[in-house]
């Protein structure tokens, strides 16, 4: 994101090993990965470099092209952490390799094309192999429901799917041949061909117009139906020019990559490291049970993930070993929660070079880390292209629920808007609109549908917000979310807020949706998850607690307090943020019997 610090300066820390014990740490490889300065300067101003080909961009202009800085992760069979790296040399023959079985196969450009795989390194390569073919990869989350998936790809209208597992996809078009794709492949199928038996195209890899979308990224779909947004290969890389000289990218930087890799925010975050030449560990797996013990071995200084996962590494016993050297916590999609925020940056130390001196604590020497790291919190999604706000939250910054700070250099404006498109004044609530090359080109197959998020110029966010006098964003709710009670709406994640940073004794995490009141409109409810040494605590505990805290904030009372004993009574989608929808379903008559 744009508000990235500046690069520190501090003397290099030795990097992981390449196939390691979970706490293990070996000398670094030798020669580093990362792109010289001068490179990285010149591929900000590159005109024809976008997201369909920097991949080709980063092989021609980084020297240091043979050297494995992409690691992938597994568990041997002792259960021990096995790191294997991927120089850009590898990516592109294993891109080459894909594309030619794509090629062979009928995929012309133009084509979207299916991606049903597991996350992690996999779906990259057959984004950068479908890429270089001029086609549109449809990148699906292999964790959405079948016939959803189904019903997603059917709208998309693909040329074919490629999949970990087909079963179910082919039963499925049994039944419905009309809209059966050309072809149903295994993943597996792709990665064993043998590239000498087929021929690339003769102009390859393709060169992209800076109009041409270049990838379909379904939407969480925690409001419904997942809609299918479009990346443009210009869009998509407007607004992320900073990140080559202000991202840190020094030798001794290592970025964890915890983002689903289907969707646009790991396809930033691994956009940026490639250009960077940036060692990464691709995730796989967003659970703390697998982050860990990769953490441990890797030993990052930088970690980037939604708020899911940041959720488990704050509770209970902190990842100290882990996140020993991390400098910097990345957060985007959602803004996260002060609660765990502030547990997140007692880790690691923080370069003196990452602080600008105004913000250095009072007697700290200008020249030594300072212990605890720094929690960028994004407000992006693929819509947006990027983060388009941000917040730096350090050990000494101040409480601020819900601020996400000010927009970001790539928006041209940002305003909170009323009904119709025009500015409302500075504290009122309103929708969150910005103007920004970085916005999506639209919705796949569904203009009317591109048409509703524009107003007055905007793109509507989908979100509500407000804006204080110094020009700083508060974000309150998703509009589908906002409970509409008798005295007028009430915002879910301001309470949200005040439960898990003011009840943190009882409550480990929550979601808080409007349901149907006795006397007509919506209350607000919260269905929360309890702490483990809380797990007797009882609804109505919470709910007295919760009430005395939300008083003090001046924020409305919960109606109800349901307590989650089980992961499935707080779902979460594919993307893993909590469904809301369902649980308004779930709880539609809690209050009216």
């Keep these: 994101m744009s508000d990235t610090p500046p690069t520190p300066t501090p003397a290099p820390i030795p990097a992981a090993a ?9 000398p670094a490889p030798a020669g ?20 369909g080909n920097f991949l080709q961009h980063a092989l021609e202009s980084n020297p240091h092209r043979s050297v494995p800085f992409v690691y992938d992760h597994r568990a041997d069979h002792r259960g021990r952490v096995v790191l294997r790296g991927h120089s850009l040399e590898d990516l592109a023959a294993m891109r080459d390799r894909y594309a030619a079985w794509y090629h062979a196969n009928g995929v012309r450009p133009g084509e979207p094309v299916g991606i049903v795989v597991a996350e992690g390194l996999e779906p990259l390569i057959h984004f950068l192999a479908l890429t270089a073919l001029g086609a549109i990869p449809a990148m699906v989350n292999d964790a959405m429901r079948p016939d959803i998936m189904v019903r997603y790809l059917n709208h998309v209208g693909v040329a074919g799917i490629v999949a970990d597992d087909t079963t179910r996809l082919q039963l499925a078009y049994r039944g419905d041949p009309r809209n059966r794709p050309r072809f149903i492949a ?13 021929a690339l195209p003769g102009a390859y890899p393709h060169r992209h117009a800076p109009d041409d979308i270049v990838a379909l990224i379904h939407s969480s779909g925690t409001t419904g139906v997942p809609k299918s947004t479009t990346l443009g290969h210009r869009s998509f890389w407007d607004g992320k020019q900073p990140r080559m000289v202000r991202f840190p990218a020094e030798p001794y930087d290592r970025l964890m990559s915890l983002m689903p890799h289907t969707h646009a925010g790991g396809l930033s975050y691994f956009l940026t490291a490639v250009l960077l030449g940036l060692p990464t560990v691709i995730m796989s797996d967003w659970r703390r049970a ?6 441990e071995a890797f030993q990052p200084t930088m970690v980037a993930s939604f708020p899911r996962t940041f959720v488990e590494l704050a509770t209970g016993e902190l990842p100290v070993k882990g996140a020993a050297k991390v400098h910097s916590w990345f957060n985007t999609g959602d803004s996260a929660h002060y609660g765990h925020i502030r547990r997140l940056v007692q880790l690691g130390e923080r370069p003196a070079g990452l602080i600008k001196p105004w913000l250095l604590p009072a007697g700290a020497a200008a020249d030594q880390p300072l212990p605890g790291s720094q929690f960028v919190d994004g407000l992006g999604s693929s819509e947006m292209g990027m983060a388009l706000f941000g917040q730096v939250f350090t050990p000494e910054t101040p409480r601020d629920d819900r601020c996400v700070g000010r927009a970001q250099e790539a928006v041209i404006k940002a305003a909170v808007l009323d009904e119709n498109g025009e500015e409302v004044p500075d ?36 979100d509500v917000a407000r804006r204080d006098s110094e020009g700083r964003f508060y974000h309150l709710d998703r ?36 349901v149907p009141a006795p006397d007509g409109g919506q209350r607000p409810i919260a269905v929360v998850r309890l702490q483990a040494e809380a797990a007797g605590a009882t609804a109505e505990e919470v709910r007295e607690k919760a009430g005395k805290a939300l008083a003090a904030a001046g924020l409305a009372p919960l109606a109800a307090v349901v307590i989650a004993r089980a992961d499935d009574d707080l779902p979460l989608g594919p993307t893993g943020k909590v469904l809301k929808r369902e649980l308004r379903t779930r709880h539609a008559a809690l209050l009216t019997g």
Excluded: K, Q
Aim: proline share 8%; with cysteine.
């Design 18 to 26: 390449a196939a390691s014990g979970p706490a293990a740490e070996a």
């Design 32 to 51: 580093t990965s990362i792109a010289p300065p001068a490179v990285r300067r010149r591929l900000m101003t590159e005109p024809d470099l976008g997201a």
């Design 186 to 198: 295994l993943a597996s199928e792709v990665r064993a061909h043998d590239a000498g038996r087929s």
């Design 290 to 295: 697998v982050v860990e013990p990769v953490m």
């Design 427 to 462: 504290g009122t609530a309103g929708l969150l609109g910005v103007i920004t090359p970085s916005r999506t080109p639209g919705y796949w197959n569904d203009d009317r549908l591109t048409r509703s998020f524009e107003l007055n110029g905007y793109w509507l966010t989908g």
């Design 479 to 514: 509009t589908v979310d906002v409970i509409d009670t008798l005295d007028g709406p009430v915002y879910s994640l301001p309470i949200e807020e005040v439960l898990i940073a003011d009840c943190a004794d009882l409550v480990l995490d929550c979601s808080v949706v409007g």
